[in-house]
């Protein structure tokens, strides 16, 4: 799962490393296992079995269902087509995964009539191959190919002439590169270019129950695995160790996923830290992220002691759980998304950790569903894209995550996913106990 942690990680580990002394460029980088130095798994992770069985593919059926409602939302907003180009929304929408290229394949789909592709003539058949496997499998796709030393942006516009919207409005999902936007408008100048997120987002934040039982899953999965690292973590192990055992445990359950691992005054860093870490008796250690199940996220943090937390550890747990809680306790249909973050915050605030992001120096949480960071956020000005600030809706999937860090010293967060339910809000997995018991009474 390439996340925006893991991609802040490994531009920080290249950094790095690059000018790093011989020790430190020989440790695995963030997410590698260490297989050969792990040995024989230990018996608690070798104890966990897979849980493929349990996760149902979504069918083409569901995506055309998604299409019909992304035509909706373009009525509303008064957009004539939505263009594509790889990314998640297409996956989401089409069942099609295209890699980044500097290359343009888009989809574009109008309000009305069929949608059509715009594809590198070379790259015909196998674009022909993967919407085979999407909800157009059947029909004659209408693909516009062309050649190196022709333009794809005048294909995408003769494309949205025949259909009509030679001046009409082109919704640009977020992620679609600016060069690519950029040259329709240039062949396409009777075109007139939006953002396409109130479409895209407008879809995507809302998870059916499909959807909530594969991130469920997610979830339960990676705490399983969590559950079982845990106990098999002794004093002088890495975190580099410890994150391959991760990566062990995940595939023994089914499911791709890895962590990182922080350890005692790292965890101040909410992201973390590639320098050499070891663990040790008494020390705070921070486990981050998730797996995914059939394209779906899961993203937990279970912060922890090996022996005896400090007084003050326990301090700063029990207020970053009490304000976890009050988030949880505050969410349900109608409310604003901002005050999830006030209310967590204000719990922390009031402890003495603030003011504002001095010590909660993040968001309270951010939207999931098929990535792990996406639409809509649980923060202040949360209004991108839209006229008005954004309300809970039931179906809506957050984490939440609130923490307290404090530099030179430790840090604590906890997080759990959470779902807005038609009458509240419920959280996927159970909350941790206390930093010896995270798991309760599994070691």
């Known amino acids: 799962m390439f996340t925006r942690r893991s991609f802040l990680w490994s531009s920080m580990a290249t950094a790095v490393i690059s000018r790093a002394p011989r020790t430190l460029a020989r440790e695995p980088q963030r997410g590698q296992s260490e297989s050969a130095d792990i040995g024989p798994l230990p018996p608690s992770i070798a104890a966990l079995g897979s849980m493929r069985d349990q996760a149902t593919p979504i069918t083409n059926e569901e995506r055309l269902a998604r299409i019909e409602r992304a035509k909706v939302l373009m009525r509303e907003a008064k957009i004539d087509a939505l263009m594509l180009s790889g990314g998640t929304s297409m996956a989401y929408f089409t ?7 500097e290359r343009l394949f ?19 058949e196998r674009a022909e191959e993967l919407i085979a496997m999407g909800p157009f499998a059947g029909d004659k796709a209408d693909i516009r190919t062309w050649q ?31 060069v690519f936007a950029d040259g329709v408008a240039q062949a396409a100048p009777q075109v007139t270019i939006v953002s396409g997120t109130p479409v895209t987002a407008g879809c995507r934040m809302i998870k059916d129950e499909h959807e909530i039982a594969l991130m469920r899953l997610a979830s339960q999965a990676t705490l399983k695995v969590y559950d079982a690292v845990f106990r098999a973590l002794a004093p002088g192990m890495t975190q580099n160790t410890v994150s391959g055992l991760i990566a062990q445990a995940y595939r023994r359950v089914g499911f791709p996923g890895y962590a990182s691992v922080q350890v005692g005054p790292y965890t101040a860093l909410p992201h973390g830290s590639i320098q050499p870490q070891t663990i040790k008796e008494g020390t705070i250690i921070m486990v981050d992220d998730g797996c995914t199940v059939e394209g779906y996220q899961s993203d937990i943090t279970r912060t922890f002691v090996l022996g005896r937390a400090t007084d003050k550890m326990h301090a700063v747990f029990d207020i970053v759980k009490r304000a976890q809680t009050a988030a949880l306790q505050a969410a349900r249909p109608g409310v604003p998304l901002e005050r999830l973050d006030a209310v967590a915050r204000k719990v922390i605030v009031d402890a003495g950790y603030g003011p504002g992001y001095t010590f909660f120096s993040h968001r309270l949480g951010h939207g999931m569903g098929m990535d792990g960071h996406e639409w809509p956020y649980l923060v202040k000005n949360n209004m991108f894209g839209w006229e008005k600030a954004l309300t809970l809706q039931p179906g809506m999937v957050f984490s939440d995550e609130p923490g307290i860090y404090i530099r030179g010293e430790f840090g604590v967060r906890l997080e759990d996913d959470l779902r807005v339910t038609s009458d509240g809000a419920e959280l996927f997995t159970p909350q941790s106990e206390s930093l010896e018991r995270p798991f309760g009474a599994s070691r």
Do not use: H
């Open 106 to 124: 888009a989809v574009v789909i109008p309000v009305k009539g069929d949608p059509f592709f715009v594809c590198p003539a070379f790259e015909e």
């Open 148 to 178: 190196e030393d022709e333009s794809p942006y005048e294909r995408l516009g003769q494309g949205l002439k025949d259909r009509g919207i030679a001046s009409g409005r082109l919704g640009v999902e977020e992620t679609v590169r600016f």
């Open 95 to 101: 069942n099609m995964r295209w890699g980044g290229s």
